[in-house]
Nanobody
Framework: QVQLLEAGGGRVQPGGSLRLSCDASRVNTDVSSRIMAWYRQAPGKERERVAFIGPSGGTSYAPSVKGRFTISMDNNRNTVYLQMNTLKPEDTAVYYC???????WGQGTQVIVSS
């Protein structure tokens, strides 16, 4: 049963932007008190963590996206966002939302960066 629902993926040209969202309203916990993360998996590669956000709002980013991506949380809507700017072809992947430390994942949303 999918408890996290990602949306916002698509195809964009290099240099473009996308905003991903992760609806956690069906998770039986207050995600604002937990650590939420975004991961991605490119074809033929292992899944890697892109960013996470903690209950106090503290964030952490993979070096490959730092300065280009921003993770945020709307506590009222139980939603986590990933704003992706200055996208590069190497950002092409399926992006997943995760309640860190658990097996709670979404189904993923595809991001393709190509001219």
């Amino acid at each position: 049963q999918v408890q996290l629902l990602e949306a916002g993926g698509g195809r964009v040209q290099p240099g473009g932007s996308l905003r991903l969202s992760c609806d956690a309203s069906r998770v039986n916990t207050d995600v604002s008190s937990r650590i939420m993360a975004w991961y991605r998996q490119a074809p033929g590669k292992e899944r890697e963590r892109v960013a996470f956000i903690g209950p106090s709002g503290g964030t952490s980013y993979a070096p490959s996206v730092k300065g280009r991506f921003t993770i945020s949380m709307d506590n009222n809507r139980n939603t986590v966002y990933l704003q992706m700017n200055t996208l590069k072809p190497e950002d092409t992947a399926v992006y997943y939302c995760n309640l860190m430390g658990t097996h709670v994942w979404g189904q993923g949303t595809q991001v393709i960066v190509s001219s």
